[in-house]
């Protein structure tokens, strides 16, 4: 038989494990955090004016939500592995088009890199539940926060310094990152997952999975939870620096709060020692609770600015601790056998948080001062607290008498 007398390394390519998707994650993560504020600037100056960048930001985020669902029907046509190295070449097409069109099709070019990144997304949550075991998911989830931590702290500051000096640089540097995200990629020998069985019958419709989504109760309170936590993040990113300027804290306060909090991104490991000691539920509801009674103290920031901002810089700790564990009760919840339909529905918590936080916050600053904002969101941490007490007590931790994961 030929086979023996292949290379024992090739024979027997070893399965990726949890560095490896964190390494994918943090290269993801370099890729977005070097634009990240830079797309606003270049938003703002394409369009001209911050009513009208808000409809764009708006349309771009419907149109991400739709393309997020349209992922999973579109692998039933398209091998994951050529469906992922898709979103990396949408990584490539945005930022090209940012150097080289003009500066009206800047909408255009965001479209494509929020695109990119959805479609990524989906295709690498669909390969962390085939190939990472769910007692491993959430040391997984725990490194892929602490490998991010560096591009996340770094890329913000970075790309609008690098946008000073010459305004094509920072798209430059991102096109570098996606290159390197792909061959990373190509590296790791994913294919397209797992198989679970053979498809019969002809691809659904794609928002067909929608409802077997509704009808499972740990699904729905797990991208909940996601939901609520990315509004959280929209909340303290955009609104604390208006707030700042309006507060007379200083235009550059917001921005090095935002410097700051990613910092404690390395604090990840820690978090997860803490959090397989006590178990998912303890840790999910301690986060939502902590950081939503934070924001309800940042209420009275039209009292005292200072505390306010103290309160909301201490609330992203917890936010950045929900990042390690918030996603476990849905990725330990979902079936084989729909991975990828149900990775879609998780990816579109970025969307869903990008709609509803400027549509409520629009709604709430129609009748309150700008400290509604977050007494509004601070409600909704804790309207989270209460729906992560129906989940498992036991959820995440090694069931009795099974051996211990390395």
Same mark, same amino acid.
């Given at each position: 038989?030929?086979?023996?007398y292949?290379p024992?390394?090739?024979r027997?390519?070893p399965l990726?494990?949890?560095?490896?998707?964190?390494?994918?994650?943090?290269?993801?993560?370099?890729?977005?955090a070097m634009?990240?504020s830079?797309?606003?600037i270049?938003?703002y100056?394409?369009?001209?004016?911050?009513?009208?960048?808000?409809?764009?930001?708006?349309?771009?985020?419907c149109l991400s939500?739709?393309?997020?669902?349209?992922?999973?029907?579109?692998a039933?046509?398209?091998?994951?592995?050529?469906?992922?190295?898709a979103?990396?070449?949408?990584h490539?097409?945005?930022?090209?088009?940012?150097?080289?069109g003009?500066e009206?099709?800047?909408p255009l070019a965001?479209?494509?890199?929020?695109?990119?990144?959805?479609t990524?997304?989906?295709?690498?949550?669909?390969?962390?539940m085939?190939y990472?075991?769910r007692?491993d998911?959430?040391?997984g989830?725990?490194?892929?926060?602490f490998?991010?931590?560096?591009?996340w702290?770094?890329g913000?500051? $970075?790309g &609008?310094?690098?946008h %000073?000096? !010459?305004?094509?640089l920072? #798209? =430059?540097?991102?096109?570098?990152?996606?290159?390197? *995200?792909?061959?990373?990629?190509?590296?790791?020998?994913?294919?397209?997952?797992k198989?679970?069985?053979?498809?019969?019958?002809?691809a659904?419709?794609?928002?067909?999975?929608?409802?077997r989504?509704?009808?499972?109760?740990?699904?729905?309170?797990?991208w909940?939870? $996601?939901? &609520?936590?990315?509004c %959280?993040? !929209?909340?303290?990113?955009? #609104? =604390?620096?208006?707030?700042?300027?309006?507060?007379? *804290?200083?235009?550059?306060?917001?921005?090095i709060?935002?410097s700051?909090t990613n910092?404690?991104?390395?604090?990840?490991?820690?978090?997860?020692?803490w959090?397989?000691?006590?178990?998912?539920?303890?840790?999910?509801?301690s986060?939502f609770?902590?950081?939503?009674g934070?924001?309800?103290?940042?209420?009275?920031?039209v009292?005292?600015?200072?505390v306010?901002?103290?309160a909301l810089?201490?609330?992203?700790?917890?936010?950045?601790?929900?990042?390690c564990?918030?996603?476990?009760?849905?990725?330990?919840?979902v079936?084989?056998s729909?991975?990828?339909?149900?990775?879609?529905?998780?990816?579109?918590?970025r969307?869903?948080?990008?709609?509803l936080?400027?549509?409520?916050?629009?709604a709430?600053?129609?009748?309150?001062?700008l400290?509604?904002?977050?007494?509004?969101?601070?409600?909704?941490?804790?309207?989270?607290?209460a729906?992560?007490g129906?989940?498992?007590?036991?959820l995440g931790?090694?069931?009795?008498?099974?051996?211990?994961?390395?």
């Amino acid at each position: 038989m030929a086979h023996k007398y292949l290379p024992t390394l090739l024979r027997h390519v070893p399965l990726p494990g949890v560095r490896a998707f964190a390494t994918l994650y943090a290269l993801d993560s370099a890729v977005r955090a070097m634009l990240v504020s830079v797309w606003p600037i270049a938003m703002y100056r394409a369009i001209g004016s911050a009513q009208g960048m808000s409809l764009a930001y708006f349309a771009i985020g419907c149109l991400s939500l739709a393309i997020g669902l349209m992922v999973p029907w579109a692998a039933r046509f398209i091998p994951r592995r050529w469906l992922y190295s898709a979103g990396c070449a949408l990584h490539l097409a945005g930022p090209g088009l940012a150097i080289f069109g003009p500066e009206a099709t800047i909408p255009l070019a965001l479209l494509l890199s929020t695109a990119a990144t959805v479609t990524v997304f989906v295709c690498l949550n669909a390969y962390v539940m085939d190939y990472i075991q769910r007692a491993d998911l959430s040391r997984g989830e725990n490194l892929k926060v602490f490998y991010s931590a560096l591009p996340w702290t770094v890329g913000p500051m $970075a790309g &609008i310094w690098l946008h %000073g000096i !010459w305004a094509p640089l920072p #798209y =430059l540097i991102t096109i570098g990152f996606s290159v390197m *995200l792909t061959a990373v990629f190509w590296r790791l020998r994913l294919g397209n997952g797992k198989q679970i069985a053979r498809a019969r019958g002809p691809a659904p419709n794609p928002l067909a999975y929608l409802g077997r989504f509704m009808r499972q109760p740990r699904l729905v309170a797990g991208w909940l939870f $996601a939901v &609520i936590r990315s509004c %959280g993040w !929209w909340v303290y990113v955009v #609104y =604390l620096p208006v707030f700042c300027i309006e507060t007379g *804290l200083g235009e550059q306060t917001g921005g090095i709060a935002l410097s700051l909090t990613n910092l404690m991104m390395f604090a990840a490991p820690l978090m997860l020692r803490w959090v397989t000691a006590r178990g998912v539920r303890i840790a999910v509801r301690s986060g939502f609770a902590a950081s939503g009674g934070l924001f309800l103290l940042a209420t009275f920031g039209v009292l005292a600015p200072p505390v306010a901002l103290v309160a909301l810089f201490a609330a992203t700790f917890f936010l950045i601790f929900l990042d390690c564990c918030g996603g476990l009760p849905f990725l330990m919840a979902v079936k084989p056998s729909e991975r990828s339909e149900m990775a879609a529905v998780y990816s579109s918590f970025r969307d869903v948080s990008g709609i509803l936080t400027p549509g409520l916050s629009w709604a709430v600053l129609a009748v309150t001062p700008l400290a509604g904002v977050f007494a509004a969101c601070g409600l909704a941490l804790i309207g989270a607290f209460a729906i992560a007490g129906r989940l498992h007590p036991r959820l995440g931790q090694p069931r009795r008498g099974s051996p211990a994961t390395a």
